[in-house]
């Protein structure tokens, strides 16, 4: 069993986006979804808290994470043991092809945009709450996940835009775009 | 008159940040905010479109920014007109004290945390959008503005915590420290 869902909890989650992908986000119901699953709607509710959640499956994502971070070897840099636990990221993801897909809902959704910005707040709390636990001085730490979490972001809209790339290697790619980035002496040199 | 708040719109943010230091978010009504601050409750929706609305004035602080990058000299890399243009943020910010009162008082709500989230989410959205109008690909404005903002949360914990140093300051010295962070091999050639 693929470690992002449950059976029961897979077929909501295909069931949900191939509604949601036809007829819009508002104009689908838990019911429908649940029927759509096979399911009743009582099981859908022991899954997802709302109809919003069913493209959050759980907390899967955050939980790999934190665990990665808590592993890393204690001489890794914050930033070194936050991107190599984000470049890990894929082996929770579920496929590319369904990952595209519910880039595309999300986007289509304000509602569904919301919760993924909530979402990803949150996993970036537990990201730095983890490295706080390492020792880390909290500013910083909320400072490195911030910055890590825009590498991330950068990755994965790469990752899905092209098939051959392995999430890490991107994740490295995106490290490295930032370093010559900033490498430039800054806005208070260049600016005034 | 400041250019964050007309007086009636100030007085309406001032009674009600009050209002929810004194009993939370959740148990003050607009109908309270606008009869503290002098006002009617018709008064109040002119003004904002709901009771989280009231701590997020207008679009003063996203107008101001995309100005200033859209003035940004165009031999500027992104990243560089995207932080001069946060180093003056200052400027459109209410004063420090009540910055820092607003901003306990959104983290002890989590409607207000979501609605502080999805405010930061519009801005960094209007700023990747200007970075494109001066022709920069989408995926890298995209990427630049995340790291902007990241940095600007930065240098905002910071300047809300000293008195003594100024906001365009601040975020030099953070793009500083992401530069040393950034600087080591990376996560690829560290993390194997």
Do not use: C, N
């Amino acid at each position: 069993m693929p470690r992002w869902e449950s059976d029961a909890q897979g077929r909501l989650e295909r069931a949900a986006l191939e509604l949601f992908e036809a007829q819009g986000f508002e104009r689908t119901s838990v019911a429908q979804i649940a029927r759509t699953a096979g399911l009743t709607e009582r099981s859908f509710y022991r899954y997802f808290a709302d109809k919003r959640e069913v493209l959050f499956a759980g907390d899967a994502l955050e939980a790999h994470l934190v665990a990665q971070v808590e592993a890393a070897d204690q001489a890794l840099a914050p930033i070194e043991a936050l991107l190599a636990a984000l470049g890990t990221a894929d082996e929770v993801f579920p496929s590319r092809a369904f990952l595209l897909r519910r880039v595309k809902v999300i986007a289509a959704s304000p509602a569904l945009a919301e919760r993924d910005l909530i979402k990803l707040a949150d996993i970036a709390d537990a990201l730095a709450r983890t490295l706080q636990s390492r020792g880390v001085e909290p500013g910083e730490a909320r400072f490195v996940t911030d910055v890590a979490i825009a590498v991330s972001r950068r990755a994965t809209s790469r990752w899905l835009a092209d098939p051959d790339a392995t999430f890490s290697e991107l994740v490295v790619q995106a490290t490295a775009e930032l370093r010559v980035a900033v490498a430039s002496p800054g806005p208070g040199a260049t600016a005034d």
